[in-house]
């Protein structure tokens, strides 16, 4: 099955340096806001309180927060969840309340409201805890992408393929990470898994064209680098969006139908499967051209001389 009924011929080597240009802007934007307003961190990584509290009825998301208020807790963060009768509650960091003294107090502001009131999920996460969870998160990533760049270098034989790579990669996070700061949204560990989500799935998208790179190469060894890597993404185009677009309906029923629960993973995984879509396109492969790649360093083992009589 094809997405376009005719072989496409988009010379996109010709406009990368417009994609340079406009992913420097965005990554640039994307920086600067995470350097000067940063993350609206969950209680992941910052420590507090989480509860799930089940109402007989309808509940009132601002009374429910101004009698936590009233109670004592500090900035407390309210949302309905699953049902109207569904509240979402976290609570910043309290060292000096025990677990038992915060269900208790969460109880008894809430019974005012509501006596059938049912607390079905209290965690607290501690500070210490979440400061654990940050550096695993930091060092998943590093890890995922010193992996990537081995795997891309054993198996393309040139480090031209895994630089381009590897900044494809690290593009795609980045633009997720300015989307949470300036919208402010919460930032959890289904963010943190949506983003290496993404990283795998563009790299998948990276290799296909990767690989359709080494094939035209050694059918194609007297075409300009240039030309090889145009015929090799418009061959792979069809399957790219039509992988993409199916992809995007399902994360938009979650982000749109999810409800708050789902809502940062769904978004992350919704911008890193757009920023993606050209990344594996005008990142990886234009990168790899700028680097001077060539159908030598693709096959090593095959010097100039012997693929002159290739056919």
């Known amino acids: ?32 806001s995470y350097f000067t307003r940063g993350l609206n961190l969950a209680i992941d990584f910052t420590g507090g309180v989480s509860a799930e509290v089940n109402f007989s009825r309808a509940a009132d998301v601002e009374q ?9 807790f500090h900035e407390p963060e309210v949302q309905n969840f699953g049902s109207s009768r569904d509240i979402a509650i976290r609570l ?3 060292a000096k309340l025990a ?18 009131v049912q607390v079905a999920q209290l965690d607290v996460v501690g500070p210490q805890v979440g400061n654990e969870l940050k550096m695993s998160a930091l060092w998943a990533l590093l890890c995922t992408l010193a992996g990537i760049f081995i795997y891309i270098a054993m198996r393309f034989h040139t480090w031209r393929l895994s630089f381009g790579a590897i900044l494809a990669v690290l593009h795609d996070p980045i633009l997720v990470l300015g989307f949470f700061s ?79 629960v ?37 096959f090593p083992s095959v010097k100039k001389a012997a693929l002159d009589h290739l056919p």
Request: hydrophobic share 50%.
């Open 182 to 260: 300036i919208t402010q949204m919460s930032f959890d560990l289904a963010v943190v898994a949506a983003i290496l989500a993404v990283i795998g799935y563009s790299l998948n998208d990276t290799v296909v064209v990767f690989d359709r790179i080494r094939e035209r190469f050694e059918t194609n060894r007297r075409s300009p680098p240039a030309t090889v890597l145009d015929e090799s993404i418009n061959q792979t185009l069809s399957r790219t969006i039509m992988t993409k677009v199916v992809t995007s309906i399902v994360v938009v029923a979650l982000l749109f139908l999810g409800g708050p």
């Open 99 to 116: 677990p038992t003294e915060v269900r208790a107090r969460l109880e008894g502001a809430l019974k005012q409201l509501d006596p059938s």
């Open 64 to 72: 429910v927060r101004n009698a936590l208020t009233a109670a004592g």
């Open 1 to 32: 099955m094809e997405f376009f009924s005719h072989q496409t011929r988009f010379p996109f080597m010709a406009t990368r340096r417009v994609w340079y240009t406009l992913s420097a802007v965005l990554i640039a934007v994307s920086l600067s």
């Open 262 to 298: 789902l809502k940062g993973f769904s978004a992350a995984l919704l911008i890193g499967i757009i920023a993606g879509t050209y990344s594996s396109i005008y990142i990886s492969s234009a990168i790899a051209l700028d680097c001077g790649l060539t159908a030598e360093h693709v």
């Open 92 to 94: 910043p960091p309290d």
